[in-house]
C-alpha cells in the first residue's frame, strides 16, 4: 500500500465525515450513560468525551497484546489456523460494539439507525484504518514508506489469477468484495428479508468453503489458500456487477445524487 493511496483512503474518509455532516439529521433518543453525558453543559460534555476516547485507546493498547498471544496460543492448543482465527474470529470480538449497538436499535424498532452503525464501521475499517497502518508505519521508519504486503507465486494455470496477490492482499480483496456487494443489496434503504439472508449466505460459504475445500481452485490445501480467496473475490464481485445490471436506476440514484427516476419508489 503506496503512501499516497494511505492518503486516498484518509481523505475518503473525511470527505465521509464532511458528507454526513451536511446531511439532515435529527435529535437522537438517548438513554443511560449517553443521556446523561448529554445533559452536561458543553465544557463538561466534551470533557467527558475526550476522557471516555483516551480510557477507551488506553484500555485497546493494554489488552491488545494479551489478547493476540492468547488467541495464537488457543489456535496452537487446539490444531487452528492463526490465521484463521485472527482474519476471522478476533473481528467478531473487536466489532461486538457495533454489532450489540445495532442489534439494540433493531429491538427497539429503530433498524436505520443500526444499519448506520454498521455501515459507519465499515466504512471506517476500509478507509481510515488501512491508510493510518500505512501513516504509523512510515512513522516508526521515520520516513515515508510504502506497506509492502505479501506476495503469491502462482504453481499452476488457475493459480494465475492471484499471480501478484498474498495472502493479506487476496483477503484486502475478497473483503472489499463483500462489503462491495453489501453496500449494493442495502442501496434500497429497506432491508428485506432475502437481503439478510444473501448477505450471511455469502459469509457462510466463504466460511464453509474455507474450512472444508480450500483446494478447490488449486493452490495449498489449507484456509490460508491464496487462489481461493481470488476466485471467491470474482464470484462476489460478479454478484455485486449482476446487482448494478439489474438496478442500475436504483445505483444512479443513491450514489449520485441524481433525482429519483419516475416510477422509482424508496426500497425498490
Known amino acids: 500500500i503506496p503512501i499516497w493511496l494511505a492518503a486516498v483512503f484518509i481523505g475518503a474518509y473525511i470527505f465521509y465525515l464532511w458528507r454526513s455532516s451536511t446531511q439532515e439529521s435529527v435529535e437522537p433518543d438517548l438513554l443511560g450513560a449517553a443521556a446523561m453525558i448529554a445533559s452536561f453543559k458543553p465544557l463538561y460534555r466534551r470533557l467527558w468525551v475526550l476522557g471516555l476516547f483516551i480510557f477507551s485507546a488506553a484500555v485497546i493498547i493494554i489488552v491488545a497484546p494479551p489478547f493476540v498471544h492468547g488467541l495464537e496460543a488457543t489456535g496452537e492448543a487446539l ?136 483446494g478447490i481452485f488449486g493452490g495449498i490445501d489449507d484456509v490460508e489458500n491464496v487462489p481461493l480467496r481470488m476466485w471467491s473475490s470474482v464470484i462476489v464481485f460478479g454478484l455485486t456487477a449482476l446487482l448494478v445490471a439489474l438496478n442500475w436506476r436504483r445505483v444512479v440514484y443513491v450514489f449520485r445524487g441524481v433525482p429519483r427516476p419516475a416510477g422509482l419508489q424508496e426500497g425498490d
Open 79 to 214: 490444531g487452528i489456523s492463526k490465521f484463521l482465527l485472527i482474519q476471522w474470529l478476533a473481528p467478531l470480538a473487536s466489532e461486538s460494539p457495533e454489532i450489540i449497538v445495532a442489534v439494540l436499535f433493531a429491538l427497539r424498532a429503530n433498524p436505520n439507525d443500526g444499519l448506520t452503525t454498521l455501515i459507519s464501521s465499515q466504512v471506517n475499517q476500509l478507509t481510515l484504518l488501512v491508510g493510518s497502518i500505512v501513516v504509523v508505519f512510515s512513522i516508526s521508519a521515520g520516513q515515508p514508506l510504502s506497506f509492502h504486503l505479501d506476495h503469491y507465486e502462482p504453481v499452476n494455470l488457475l493459480d494465475r489469477l492471484a499471480s501478484g496477490f498474498g495472502l493479506q492482499s487476496s483477503e484486502f480483496l475478497l473483503t472489499a468484495a463483500a462489503a462491495a456487494f453489501g453496500i449494493l443489496l442495502i442501496s434500497t434503504r429497506v432491508i428485506k428479508l432475502w437481503h439478510g439472508l444473501a448477505l450471511l449466505g455469502v459469509f457462510t460459504a466463504l466460511m464453509m468453503t474455507l474450512l472444508w475445500f480450500p
